[in-house]
């Protein structure tokens, strides 16, 4: 079984962080239910009413080793699906490239969650091969821009945003804020305290 891990997020909220399991279904259809018009766009690039079953179905399907998904929920709280999740799917074409994707509900948003996302995805993803992350991003989501921007990532532009390469490589991180935040939860996810496990 692969690690859970409880801390706080924010330095105050008590949060668990997991790899997200079948059973998660009813969890995960709530939260993209909640989630707002403008955080839906920015996530699928597009406006809809309730999330697709089928990528519901391929997002809670067992790992084979081809995707990955985390999820942060708040501890001993039934009235919240989740503080957010992000999953990786690997390239068809190169393995050790995976397009990565993030959704924080909307009142959690800038509080380190992306952040802790990205760090159980990169260590993940390393231990399973991937050296690269590609997110596709729209051209208007400016919080998704300027932090991988602020985390090193190469950018091309495309007609309706941009595609971002981030190399999961820790000495390539840059001296920023954000670097620094994915850092120190690199670190704890590689030598959590005692009390770190549920
Ligand atoms: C993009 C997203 C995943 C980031 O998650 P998050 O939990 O807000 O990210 P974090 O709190 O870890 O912050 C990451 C960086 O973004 C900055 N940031 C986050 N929200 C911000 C906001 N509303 N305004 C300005 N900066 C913001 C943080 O300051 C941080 O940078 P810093 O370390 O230099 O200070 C989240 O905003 C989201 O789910 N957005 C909607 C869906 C989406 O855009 N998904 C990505 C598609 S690939």
Known sequence: MLPHYRLKLGD???????????DDRTRIIDAFKRLSPESTYFRF?????GVNPTFIDRL????????V???????????????????????????????VSFTVADEFQGQGAG???????????RASGILRFVANILESNEVML??????G????????????????DEAALPDTSAANRLQRWLAFLRSPPPDAQP
């Open 115 to 125: 952040t802790l996302l990205l760090a159980a995805l990169w260590e993940h993803a």
């Open 146 to 151: 300027t932090w991988w921007t602020s985390l």
């Open 153 to 168: 990532a190469a950018s091309v532009q495309h007609p309706h945003g941009r595609e971002m390469t981030l190399v999961l």
């Open 12 to 22: 105050r909220l008590p949060v668990i962080l997991r790899p997200l399991l079948p």
């Open 45 to 49: 690039w597009t406006r809809f009413h």
């Open 60 to 67: 809670c399907a067992e790992d084979q080793g081809q995707h």
């Open 69 to 99: 998904s985390w999820i942060i929920v708040i501890e001993n709280n039934d009235e919240v699906p989740g503080v957010g999740g992000g999953s990786f799917w690997r390239s068809g074409e190169e393995a050790d490239l995976a397009e």
